[in-house]
């Protein structure tokens, strides 16, 4: 081979790598590469964990460009850092009413009418496997907006993402607290059945239903009754040899009262069920017994004044029982 041929098989071994280099740069940089496309600026509060450069930027799910640098910017005290977030538009993804393409500078008065009217930007996940996020812009009207840099024409506000918002409301739930209550709930309910007084209380208080059930079916009362009865079936005996209409009117009497009878032990059956299915309403309980007692001592009393003064049926109650 002579000198002049390796020469040139050099050169061209040479110019070739030049050729791969530069189309790899342009393959691998795109359009990108040699471009001067204009820089937003995004500040983020949190953290940005997940988010690298190259993450795409989306609205409303189209693809509208990428991050391009993630900085760190501390206070002068140091204990407050800022994170600011630079992406590029790509352009060609605008469009005008009629399908033309917007130039660059269009571009930008586009971004700052959407900013306007509502547009910020927000972390959101792209994958649960790979953790990886990207960056999400859509309308919030009517939230509030927030600005950091002096350029806000060249800035786009951001909000909390929804798991960020997330954990901060659950760091401001009272938890340390409610924890600390249901504790002293606990504590002092193994002390109240260790020490046997939850149990002395559901005791006593069947102890109070069985003593009401044993009142409603006193045999006393029920012969307190059954005088009554005569008593009332002998004053309508005399007073039907006077008056018609009184035979009528203690007739209906009599029924009241049997009927009331009646009612008394059917109450009494009542309460003896509900004693027997362990039923969980108190509440309803213990107003079966108050009204039961009341019933029962308005008996009593009936039938105490009319052994004493039976002839109030015919001429009204003088005074006090």
């Known amino acids: 081979m002579t000198p002049s041929r390796s020469k040139m098989l050099v050169g061209a071994f040479v110019l070739t790598g030049a050729l791969l280099l530069i189309l790899g740069l342009l393959l691998l940089g795109g359009r990108h590469f040699f471009s001067f496309d204009t820089e937003y600026v995004l500040y983020f509060d949190g953290s940005v964990s997940g988010l690298s450069i ?4 989306v609205l409303r799910g189209v693809p509208m460009g990428s991050v391009t640098r993630i900085m760190l910017v501390p206070e002068d005290s140091g204990a407050v850092v800022t994170i600011p977030v630079y992406i590029q538009i790509d352009s060609k993804r605008l469009a005008r009413g009629d399908g033309t393409q917007v130039s660059e500078d269009m571009e930008r008065a586009i971004i700052q009418r959407m900013v306007g009217n509502g547009m910020q930007a927000r972390l959101q996940m792209q994958s649960l496997i790979t953790g990886q996020y990207r960056i999400e812009m859509d309308f919030f009207p009517g939230v509030q907006q927030k600005f950091y840099s002096s350029t806000r024409e060249l800035e786009i506000p951001t909000q909390p993402s929804s798991m960020e918002a997330l954990q901060r409301a659950l760091n ?15 504590a002092n309910l193994a002390v109240a059945m260790g020490d046997g007084k939850l149990h002395e209380g559901i005791a006593a208080f069947a102890d109070t239903f069985a003593q009401a059930s044993a009142v409603l079916r006193n045999t006393e009362m029920r012969q307190t009754l059954a005088r009554m009865m005569e008593r009332i079936s002998g004053a309508a005996e005399v007073v039907s040899a006077q008056t018609p209409e009184a035979i009528v009117a203690f007739r209906d009497a009599m029924r009241a009262a049997a009927d009331a009878a009646g009612q008394m032990q059917r109450a009494a059956v009542a309460v003896q069920n509900i004693l027997g299915k362990d039923s969980s309403s108190m509440t309803d309980m213990r107003r079966l017994i108050q009204e039961s007692a009341a019933a029962a001592r308005a008996l009593r009393e009936f039938a105490s004044m009319l052994e004493r003064n039976p002839e109030a049926l015919l001429q009204g109650r003088k005074g006090k029982y």
């Open 54 to 57: 190259g993450a795409p930027v």
């Open 172 to 186: 401001k739930l009272p938890l340390e607290r409610v924890m600390t209550s249901l504790d002293v709930i606990m």
